[in-house]
C-alpha cells in the first residue's frame, strides 16, 4: 500500500515535469498533472490557471508552480458555493491544506518567489517579459530538466501528498 502511494506521487511528478519540460506553463503543469492523475477539476479550471505562470503574469512574485498545487488543493477540497461560510469545513480544509503546502514548498526553496528560486537555481532572475531575459532563461537552463521542470515536479509531488493523506 505504502508503494501505490509513492508510486503514485511520483507518477504525478514526473507527469508535471513531463508538463513543464514539454510545453511550459509552470501553474498549469502542476495543476494538469493533478488533474489527470486525480480526476479533479476541468478544462476551464485548467484554463484558469493559464495567466499564473512566471510569478502571476510574468511578474516573478508567487511561484505560479506553488499556485497550481493550491489551485488543486481547492478543488479537491474547497468550498461548492459562495454562500458557504468562509468558516465552514470546506472553505477551512483547503486554507489548512494549502498553508502546508505553501510551508513545504518555501521550506524546500527557500522562497515562494518566483524571482528569489531563479536566483537559488541560476544566481540570478530573469524578467520573463522581456524577449532578452527569456532568451537569458533559457540558455541558463530555465526549461531544462533542472530549472523550472524540477520545481514543477516538486510542487506536484508535495500538492499530491497533501490531497491524497487527507482523502
Keep these: 500500500m505504502a508503494d501505490d502511494f509513492e508510486n503514485l506521487i ?3 511528478g514526473d ?6 519540460l514539454v510545453y511550459h506553463g509552470c501553474s498549469q503543469a502542476v495543476l494538469k498533472a493533478l488533474q489527470d492523475s486525480l480526476r ?15 510569478g502571476i503574469a510574468r511578474m516573478g512574485e508567487i ?15 474547497g468550498r461548492d458555493k459562495l454562500e458557504e461560510t468562509v468558516v465552514s469545513k470546506d472553505y477551512l480544509k483547503a486554507t489548512e491544506f494549502s498553508a502546508r503546502l505553501f ?15 531563479q536566483k537559488k537555481l541560476f544566481g540570478r532572475s530573469f ?3 522581456k524577449e532578452e531575459d527569456r532568451q537569458e532563461f533559457i540558455k541558463a ?3 531544462g530538466p533542472e530549472g523550472c521542470p524540477k520545481v ?5 509531488m508535495l500538492a499530491a501528498e497533501i490531497i491524497l493523506k487527507e482523502k
Excluded at 507527469?15 to 513543464?20: N, V
Excluded at 510551508?103 to 528560486?117: A, L, M, N, W
Excluded at 514543477?152 to 506536484?156: F, L
Design 10 to 12: 511520483r507518477k504525478i
Design 15 to 20: 507527469l508535471a515535469h513531463y508538463y513543464e
Design 40 to 54: 479533479i477539476g476541468d478544462n476551464l479550471t485548467y484554463k484558469a490557471a493559464s495567466a499564473f505562470a512566471a
Design 63 to 77: 511561484c505560479g508552480a506553488l499556485i497550481g498545487g493550491i489551485m488543486a488543493i481547492s478543488l479537491a477540497y
Design 103 to 117: 510551508e513545504k514548498f518555501k521550506e524546500e526553496f527557500g522562497s515562494v518567489r518566483c524571482f528569489d528560486i
Design 127 to 129: 524578467d520573463l517579459k
Design 141 to 143: 537552463g530555465g526549461h
Design 152 to 156: 514543477v515536479k516538486k510542487a506536484a
